[in-house]
């Protein structure tokens, strides 16, 4: 939980899934990957991060016109839903920080995962695969239910990872997603 601060002052702390506690202004809107002092690195995902840091954006594009969000402050789709999923599935290993007071960040929103940026992109595409098949089972459709099975059993979700992270080429020190 956050620590009380002076406004402005940018004193604001957050601890961590492994009980580490770090400054906020550590993480910055680039930031994929934290190296923590207790010897793990942690997944870095703020609320500016696009969706398609982890999904193709034709994907994205469909989950924008297919869920409905209940919120009028996220009323589009994006990165906080995907975290969402992510926090609800793992409710101990990640860790969710509204920064919203501090203007300078650049950001409102903070997660950091005790697990690293590979193995949370792989969660988020195993957890939207989970939404799809969900959808796919209420259209009352039993081929395209089948269709959807067939295509998951030939889909390495590893094997997707890495070649979408060596095409967006998400190790670069300058990218910002």
């Known amino acids: 939980m956050s620590q009380p601060r002076v406004p402005g002052g940018g004193g604001e702390t957050v601890d961590l899934p492994c009980e580490e506690t770090v400054p906020v202004r550590q993480f910055d809107m680039g930031m994929r990957e ?3 002092d207790c010897g793990a690195t942690h997944a870095v ?9 982890f999904l193709p954006e034709f994907l994205v594009s469909l989950l924008r016109d297919t869920v409905e969000t209940t919120s009028e402050e996220m009323p589009e789709f994006g ?31 903070l997660w950091v995962t005790e ?16 939404l799809m098949e969900h959808a796919v089972s209420h259209a ?26 060596a095409e967006r080429d998400l190790d670069a020190d300058d990218v910002y997603v």
């Open 115 to 130: 697990f690293d940026s590979r193995r949370l992109h792989e969660t988020i595409v195993e957890l939207v695969i989970e």
């Open 79 to 109: 990165t906080p839903h995907l975290m969402g999923m992510v926090l609800e599935e793992f409710p101990g290993q990640v860790v969710a920080e509204d920064v919203s007071d501090d203007q300078d960040l650049g950001y409102s929103m």
């Open 45 to 53: 995902v703020t609320d500016v991060n696009p969706p398609d840091r």
């Open 140 to 165: 009352d459709d039993s081929d395209a239910m089948t269709e959807f099975e067939q295509q998951m059993l030939e889909f390495d979700v590893g094997e997707f990872v890495e070649q979408y992270r």
């Open 34 to 36: 934290f190296d923590c």
